[in-house]
């Protein structure tokens, strides 16, 4: 059984760029339906049980699929933020990468929200990592996660649904995105560009 992560802040910490209503729609609403949904699925299926949330989204499709990626996509997605001026920067091997594989910082920024404003309907704008370090901008529609199939590592995303938001924004999604964009956690997208492998989450969201 799985429950919400704890956050890594306050509830009200990324105020003004994610304010309390938005946070408590987002985090309380939308995610923890995300796991009761997936509990329920897990009373009833004795083949989930036991599993890792890292093993059932790999191994699963329709609704099961859709509500253990998107736990597992907002999960990411909360670890990845953090209060207006604690983001620190980029590991120097990242930078490297980002300056290797975009030109630099300001243009990483320029095409990841470019990503997430390309995104149609509801998705995901995702920043990733190959086997061999290679970054790229992965954009994934609905619940689905880029490292199914053997897709790259993620190490960032931004949820560019509108439940994500709409409530502090309303359709500006750009200026969402680049809000965002000074909300950045660089110890735990760097941590995640070294550790060369898929974060595991299941350990932050079971008892
Ligand atoms: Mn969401």
């Not at 960032?156 to 680049?178: G, M, P, S």
């Amino acid at each position: 059984m799985f429950r919400l992560p704890e956050l890594p802040y306050p509830k009200t910490g990324l105020a003004p760029f994610l304010n309390e209503e938005q946070m408590s729609f987002h985090f309380d609403k939308h995610h923890k339906a995300y796991i009761d949904n997936l509990n329920k699925f897990i009373d009833t299926d004795a083949s989930l049980k036991g599993k890792s949330l890292e093993e059932i989204v790999v191994s699963s499709s329709g609704g099961i699929f859709n509500n253990a990626a998107q736990i597992w996509n907002h999960t990411f997605y909360w670890f990845g933020l953090c209060p207006q001026g604690k983001g620190g920067k980029p590991s120097d091997s990242l930078m490297a990468a980002i300056t290797k594989d975009f030109g630099g910082l300001d243009q990483l920024k320029e095409k990841f929200i470019d990503g997430g404003m390309k995104t149609f309907g509801s998705g995901w704008i995702w920043l990733c990592a190959d086997a061999a370090g290679k970054l790229s901008l992965v954009s994934t529609s609905n619940a689905a996660v880029p490292f199914t199939g053997g897709g790259p590592r993620p190490l960032l995303t931004a949820d560019v649904w509108e439940h994500a938001y709409y409530v502090d924004y309303r359709n500006a999604r750009q200026k969402y995105l680049e809000t965002f964009w000074g909300h950045i956690n660089w110890k735990f997208v760097s941590d995640n560009f070294e550790s060369n492998q898929v974060l595991s989450l299941t350990k932050s969201m079971t008892a």
